[in-house]
């Protein structure tokens, strides 16, 4: 089993929802989390006063699921996400040691 957690932009979530949807992903957990890579924040201008932004929101959608659905599922991420602009995000993939669902008891496969 792999977790694979991607970081997007805010106003992709709905298009990425819906690519997931459509490979039958039962679950996944999404964070508002704020950060920078390359864009390196921007500049904003409040009651007159300049001022840097340093942290830029953006959306953490972590979802587990079975080795073999990986690159199916990341290929639908990349293809519901991309804009081809800076600040697209990130996709990370771990591997997951075990899974138990609390209320069951149900472990692996069984518990996601």
Partial sequence: MKKIETIIKPFKLEAL???LHD???SGMTISEVKGFG????HTEIY???????????????????ETERVEPIIEAIIGA??????GDGKIFVLPIEKIIRIRTGETDNEAI
Avoid: C, H, S, W
């Fill in 17 to 19: 929802k819906e690519a």
């Fill in 47 to 65: 009651r007159g006063a300049e001022y840097m932004v340093d942290f830029i929101p953006k959306v953490k959608v972590e979802i587990i699921v």
């Fill in 38 to 41: 390359r864009q390196k924040g």
């Fill in 81 to 86: 996400v991309r804009t081809g602009k800076i």
């Fill in 23 to 25: 490979l039958n992903v």
